[in-house]
């Protein structure tokens, strides 16, 4: 009869299981199972990703090898993390607080390496270079917990950049004390190995910021197609992450420097950012996390008190130290404790990095047969991994949780904008309806959560059943885009013998807030510019209609040009217009500049400063509508003008506008354009259609037309 450890003799031949079909199988079962289990233990589940590592691990059952697989994807997972945390970083944030960021870096990187170095020759009786070692180790940190940050929206708080800006400092004084205590174990180490160093990174860092956006530009402008576009950030990372290699730096620099650098070309609520962060986060990151918790060796703490006595002083000093610097950071910074948890929690895990530096101790030959660490330097620094990883997410957990809280209560406190918005994207042409959704994404207020309403009106003739068919075809195609980008949305395609009436019929059923359609490109001066439909349109309605035209994509805009006219702050939509355009600026992280008189000008200063603090505004003065034409020598190809107008008889209205049609035409051909008549009169027109209510306006009175007579005819006389 078989006893049970014949059985699990027989089973154990089975494994480690070697077959990259079933190793994958897993892998992926773990990254299913790991969050579920851990969700039911209230434990971070990026912790179950590293127990589950040990679990299945030569050190645990056995079940799998760490081979090629997780030195390939944990190495893509590690960058991954890196340039996630560049690419969503606020930069205009990180020039305002540079100082707060190289304060917070230098603490975070100085007192754990100190404490940790004088410990460890103290009362571990480590030579000074292992002891200096074991401080660089300490000194760094791995973003291990950012993946919690991204759940809870808080990629952009203050707390939040400070930690991955002064761990970005920390991990690179760390690198380069590491590069200095390997040179002084080699033949090449001194003056000239140190000028070279510096120069190959400065000649790096500068390339990389000069050619990376001219590439970008020409790529993003040229090819539009998903995939294509996803495979060229892929590869412009890998790229930065191998020459900052080439040149003596960690990998994980040149991929946090890649993030920086395409962190304005890629919008946070962009279709491309939500397939990056998806794929890290479905794949390479739980892979790069299953693989730290293979390296880990539980056993080893029980192989007697001294191990035990090791990893307690490396883990407890360098976590304090690290613990230490983000108090009295926030303290320095005047941040909520909440803050300071926050900056302890993400700064204080330590993985792959801390592995990859012991290795390089490994390699340093103290003596024939000795070398700088040893076995028992490098099982201490694996367990102190899995401690450290532990208290970084539930620290980083808690720390969201309350975060999260607190901004809740304090928007019920102060009772911040009520906001009826409810977007209506009115879409035709499929070569620009996809611009126009990503414009519509990213003025939307992703806070509330609305979906968008698509429409498409077919008019109603002979051709109605076949301009049916394209438009539900179109339609579905816009749906699609928007499920990547995770943006709920209604569609409809609606049969109407007006189309401007089935524009605002559809308006009204849906209860929307504005609409955003695309403008028809005219190849000559049209005395009716805006033709009988648009015309028929803002006349009927008076809530905001922008109207675009694009001639480069979004994300490649450097500045937004926006012309304001005078006593535009009385108008009821005055805070709806600016409030869309300085999210789009916010997520375009690109210039914004208004140009107006200054009544108006300290309003909008006002409200970007209140509550858009990290939009670049910029303030110039216009006296008069005549100086568009010189404003038009300012407008590049990525430049985005602006014009905001009014409908007649409002109170913005002046009859300078009557010849917007034409100056627009003659000076902003070739441009990129948006028009935007915001709500006015207060109550809506469209809730008032009846018979007894003008339905349509001339767009030129009998009026404007005698006047333009008489204008000619004495010009002709003068002449």
């Not at 991994?385 to 928007?411: D, P």
């Amino acid at each position: 009869m078989r006893t049970f450890a014949d059985e699990m003799t027989y089973f154990a031949q089975y494994f480690p299981i070697t077959d990259p079909t079933l190793i994958f199988f897993v892998v992926l079962l773990i990254i299913l199972f790991a969050p579920i289990i851990m969700g039911k233990l209230r434990i971070p589940h990026i912790i179950g990703m590293v127990l589950a590592g040990m679990l299945v691990g030569k050190y645990g059952l056995n079940i799998l090898e760490r081979d090629s697989s997780f030195e390939l994807f944990g190495k893509v997972g590690l960058l991954y993390i890196m340039f996630l945390a560049g690419l969503e970083m606020d930069l205009e944030s990180v020039k305002k607080n540079s100082k707060r960021f190289l304060t917070f870096g230098l603490l975070t990187c100085l007192v754990p390496l100190i404490m940790t170095y004088f410990i460890a020759m103290w009362l571990l009786h480590y030579s000074s270079q292992a002891s200096f070692l074991l401080g660089c180790i300490m000194a760094s940190n791995t973003l291990i917990a950012y993946p919690i940050v991204g759940r809870y929206g808080l990629q952009r708080n203050s707390s939040v950049m400070l930690s991955v800006g002064s761990s970005m400092i920390s991990l690179f004084l760390a690198l380069l004390m590491l590069a200095a205590l390997a040179a002084s174990y080699g033949e090449d180490a001194g003056f000239t190995f140190w000028i070279l160093f510096l120069l190959k990174f400065a000649v790096f860092c500068g390339a990389s910021i000069w050619l990376i956006p001219k590439v970008t530009r020409y790529f993003l402008r040229r090819y539009s197609d998903a995939v294509m576009q996803f495979i060229f950030v892929l590869a412009v990372m890998f790229l930065s992450a191998a020459a900052s290699e080439a040149v003596g730096v960690e990998g994980i620099v040149g991929a946090f420097l890649s993030g920086l650098i395409l962190n304005r070309y890629i919008p946070h609520v962009s279709p491309l950012m939500n397939r990056i962060e998806f794929t890290g986060n479905a794949l390479f990151i739980p892979y790069f996390l299953i693989g730290v918790g293979m390296l880990i060796n539980i056993g080893t703490l029980f192989t007697g008190p001294h191990m035990l006595w090791i990893v307690l002083l490396i883990a407890f000093f360098g976590t304090f130290g690290k613990a230490l610097a983000a108090y009295i950071s926030s303290l320095l910074f005047r941040l909520p404790k909440s803050a300071g948890n926050m900056m302890f929690g993400l700064t204080s895990a330590h993985a792959a990095g801390a592995i990859a530096m012991v290795m390089v101790g490994m390699r340093l030959e103290v003596s024939p047969g000795t070398y700088l660490v040893n076995d028992e330097i490098l099982n201490g620094v694996v367990i102190m991994i899995l401690v450290t990883c532990v208290i970084s997410t539930m620290v980083t957990e808690h720390a969201a949780q309350k975060i999260v809280l607190q901004e809740k209560t304090h928007l019920k406190a102060d009772g911040i904008r009520r906001d009826d918005e409810k977007i209506l994207l009115c879409v035709k042409y499929p070569d620009i309806a996809p611009q126009l959704l990503e414009l519509a994404i990213m003025v939307r207020n992703h806070k509330l959560n609305r979906g968008i309403v698509a429409l498409n009106v077919v008019y109603d003739d002979t051709n109605s059943a076949v301009n049916r068919e394209h438009g539900l075809h179109l339609l579905e195609q816009l749906e699609q885009r928007a499920s990547a980008s995770d943006v709920k949305m209604q569609t409809q395609v609606r049969l109407a013998s007006n189309i401007a009436n089935g524009i605002k019929h559809a308006f009204r059923e849906f209860g929307s807030s504005e609409i955003i359609m695309g403008m028809h490109v005219h190849t000559e001066v049209n005395p009716k510019f805006w033709g009988d439909f648009i015309q028929s349109l803002y006349n009927g309605l008076n809530r905001q209609i922008i109207l675009t035209r694009f001639v480069h994509p979004l994300n490649t805009l450097r500045r937004i040009q926006v012309v304001v006219p005078s006593r535009a702050e009385f108008e009821p939509g005055f805070h709806r217009w600016l409030e869309r355009l300085s999210r789009m600026a916010e997520n375009l992280d690109c210039r914004i500049q208004f140009h107006g008189r200054n009544e108006s000008m300290t309003l909008i200063r006002e409200y970007i400063n209140n509550f858009h603090s990290g939009v670049r505004a910029e303030y110039t003065y216009m006296a008069h509508w005549n100086e568009l034409p010189r404003l038009a020598e300012t407008i590049s190809e990525d430049h985005m003008f602006v014009v905001i107008t009014a409908r007649k008889g409002t109170i913005s209205y002046k009859n300078a506008l009557e010849r917007l049609p034409n100056e627009l035409m003659q000076h902003f051909s070739g441009k990129n354009l948006m028009i935007i008549f915001p709500d006015q009169y207060g109550d809506t027109k469209e809730e008032s259609m009846t018979f007894t209510e003008a339905q349509h306006q001339e767009e030129s009175s009998i009026y404007g037309t005698i006047l333009h007579w008489i204008n000619t005819h004495r010009n002709r006389q003068t002449h």
